[in-house]
Every structure is written in structure tokens, then in C-alpha cells.
């Protein structure tokens, strides 16, 4: 089970250190939470391969054992026994800490038909509804209401619909994918999201005896079946936005290395993008090489769904831009308020102007100066990790925290590159270094 290496510490960048080198890239965080959850639909037991180590995981998986699952984890594999749950109501113990433990409504309300789990609250990247993943599950049949804080979910029997969502909403479509797995006749999802992670999702289900097609551009055709049950173990993908974290780490520190165990295909915008920039980019089959040259053009980003430019990626982007030969715009269509690492940013010297959703990034060659730094969520954390790499000096950033809930062994990969990194104390000063 993971452990917290040391929650409440810090990541001490010794900075202007050009990484070097070859990093592989871990199971993708947002694949395993969705399928973990899927397990449940399962009458047998589930054996997941490829799973990353990181606190989101390990958090998911208490949800589920304290369901009644029985769960094991033991290197990269996750072996969930689902016959055993005797509940359908998830604590908000545990989903107050992550809000992809709502994902447990949709199989939970498929398996039992009926499913209580707490509304999960705001978070650090900006108000997140759930009213998609609902609205769509009263149309399939369900009653829902919200009691204290608390959704409530009952169907005497789930019927196929057609449901067109508003926004295409990944944790939506991957909720009500789950509820519609055995609903009675055709289900049609439209508007549906379309990450990798999502086909992923989609995949798994499939591997496990349901009838799911894709029909068309963001359309799912789904046949109720009466039972799922797995013949073989899934090996969910590689993370994405862990590789283009440590692409634009490489990039962003004038270095030079491979990112391997990947699929470059599952980040096509955002390499081109680079590419475009006069950042030099090869893909492999499975892997991507980067240069980081010593300059290169300004970018105009907007983050879009899959296969737009992902927000996941958009604060690292930001910190890499503060470097770029010109002025920049990074423009965040799906998280506006998504910016709460810029006033760090700003902090380390960056010259960056913040109106709405919008970024306007003036890049200089003047390096950032290494400062302490505070990360409030994941990936903005990891922007200013990148930031610390590239600037003058020593920095502290802080909440290694939610660094561990995204990123398997984020430090030994940082280290294996060349980067100048250490976990310290979040009371250490820069000056006691
Ligand atoms: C998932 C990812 C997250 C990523 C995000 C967008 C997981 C575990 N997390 O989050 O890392 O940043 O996709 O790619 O996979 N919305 C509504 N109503 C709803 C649902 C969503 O208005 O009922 C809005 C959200 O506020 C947001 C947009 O839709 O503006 C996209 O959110 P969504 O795709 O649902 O993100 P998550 O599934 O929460």
C-alpha cells in the first residue's frame, strides 16, 4: 500500500541544471481511477495491471475496501475481489479527499440499483458540478436527490435513453457509461468526452463481456447485459500528462532526453504545439524525444476536450512560456479559475498578467530567481517544480503532497534526469541549505 513519504514536506530545486536523460512513464492516473471503480460491476475478481503507486490510487481503493471490496496492491498490480460488497453507500470519510470517488455512483447504482455517496465539494482548480453525471442518471431511469450533502440514487430498474450530455464531461461520461452497463435495452450517450482515458474505461468494460460501440464522433451505443466478469487481467494505459510534465521539464531546462513507455499519439495537439514553437520533438512508437533549445517561440494555447490541448498540462505549459521569445496566451476553456499558481510564479520573477481565463505570459531570458513557492494542487505544483528547475538559485516548493497524489516516484525520475532535487522539511528555509 503506498505510503506517504512524508506528508507536509517539501521539494528543496537547486535550479539551472540542463536534465538529461531517458525517464519511463507510469500507469495513467485518471485511466486507473475510473476503471478501479468499474471493477465493482464485476461478478468476479478483477486483476488490474499497470496501476501507478500515487495517493489518489491508493485512496480509491479504500473507498471500495471500505464498500466491502477486498483489495490488494502489490507492485503495479491491483487485485479487487467486488463480490464481497455489502454496501452501497460510500463514506465521506473518503470522498471528501478526492473528488473522482464519485465515480463509485454509477457502478454502484448499476450493481445494486441503488447508491448513496456524498456530493463532492469545491476544489483547488476551480468549482467542479456533478449536475452532468446526475441529470443523465435520472434520464436512464434513477431517482436522484441530495440530502445533506449526500446524493442519493434509486432505480427500481434502469432503461436504456438516449442522453445528449451539455458539456462533454469526462467523469460524466465515464459515471453514466458504468450505470448503463446492464440498464435494461440501448443506451445512447452523445456529447460524450473522448480522452484516452475514457476509451480506456470503455475498453475495459468491453474486456469484461459489455456491448459498448463507439458510433460516430463523441457517441457511445451501449446494450444492456446481464453480467460483466474478466477472463484475463487489464493493463490500463500510460499517463499522458506524466509525459508531458517531463517533456516540458526537458524542454524547459535547455536539456535534452527521452520519455519512454509512452503513447505520443495520445498527445498530439500538445506536441505539436511545441514543435511549432521551434522546440525539437521525435516520436517513436512508444516514446518522444525533446531538445530544449535555448529559445523559441511565443505560443497561443487554449485548453478544449481531448483532443484539444489538455488543461492537465496547461500550468506546466505556463511555467515552460516564461522563457519563450515573445509574448504568450494560454487561455484554460475548461478550468477558468485554473491559475492559482501564478502569484508563485510571479514570486520567482515570471512576468505574467492574469484577466479571466487567461494567461498573458511575457517570456524574457532573464531566469527566474529560485524562491520558497506553496503548490496548492497537482498540477500546478508540478509547474512550479518545473519553474524551480529552470530558475537561478535554490528554491522550496511546497505540497510535495498533492505532487504524490498525480506522480509515481516523482523525485527518483527528477533525480535519474540530473535534476537537483531533495525532499526537505516544509519548515526548512532556503538559507539552512
Ligand atoms: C477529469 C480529470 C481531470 C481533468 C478534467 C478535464 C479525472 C479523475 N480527472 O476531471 O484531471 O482536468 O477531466 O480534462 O479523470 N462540468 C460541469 N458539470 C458537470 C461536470 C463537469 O459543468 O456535471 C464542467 C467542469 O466544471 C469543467 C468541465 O465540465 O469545466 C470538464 O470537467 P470534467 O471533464 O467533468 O472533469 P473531471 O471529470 O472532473
Known sequence: MVK????????LVEGGKPLKGTVAISGAKNSALPIICGSLLSSNTVVLENIPLLKDVYWIIEVLTALGARCEFNNGT???????????????????????????????????????????????????????????????????????????????????????????SVGATENVLMSAVFAEGT????????????????????????????????????????????????????????????????????????????????????????SDSGIPIEIGEREIWVKGPETFSPMIIHTHPYPGFPTDLQPQTVALLTKASGVSSVTDEIFPQRFSYVPELQRMGAKIELGGSKATIHGSTDKLTGAPVQGTDIRGCAALVIAALM????????????????????????????AEVSLVDRSTKINDK
Open 4 to 11: 506517504s513519504v512524508n506528508s507536509g514536506s517539501a521539494i
Open 187 to 274: 443506451t445512447v450517450l452523445e456529447n460524450c468526452a473522448e480522452e484516452p482515458e475514457v476509451e480506456d474505461l470503455v475498453n475495459f468494460l468491453i474486456s469484461m463481456g459489455a456491448d459498448i460501440e463507439k458510433a460516430g464522433s463523441r457517441r457511445l451505443v451501449i446494450r444492456g447485459v446481464k453480467e460483466l466478469s474478466q477472463k484475463s487481467p487489464y493493463r490500463i494505459i500510460p499517463d499522458r500528462i506524466e509525459a508531458g510534465t517531463y517533456i516540458l521539464a526537458i524542454a524547459s531546462t535547455a536539456g535534452e532526453g527521452k520519455v519512454i513507455n509512452c503513447n505520443p499519439h495520445h498527445l498530439t495537439t500538445f506536441l505539436d504545439k511545441l
Open 391 to 418: 530558475a537561478k538559485g535554490k528554491s522550496i516548493v511546497n505540497g510535495f503532497e498533492h505532487l504524490e497524489r498525480g506522480y509515481e516516484n516523482f523525485l527518483e525520475k527528477l533525480l535519474a534526469l540530473g
Open 78 to 168: 491491483v487485485t479487487i475481489d467486488p463480490t464481497k460488497v455489502n454496501s452501497y453507500s460510500a463514506s465521506y470519510e473518503f470522498v471528501r479527499r478526492m473528488r473522482a470517488s464519485f465515480l463509485v455512483l454509477g457502478p454502484l447504482l448499476a450493481r445494486f440499483k441503488k447508491a448513496s455517496v456524498p456530493l463532492p465539494g469545491g476544489c483547488n482548480i476551480g468549482p467542479r458540478p456533478v449536475s452532468e453525471h446526475t441529470e443523465a442518471m435520472k434520464q436512464l431511469g434513477a431517482n436522484v436527490d441530495l440530502d445533506k450533502g449526500i446524493v442519493h440514487a434509486s432505480a427500481k430498474k434502469l432503461v436504456g435513453a438516449t442522453v445528449a450530455f451539455n458539456i462533454p
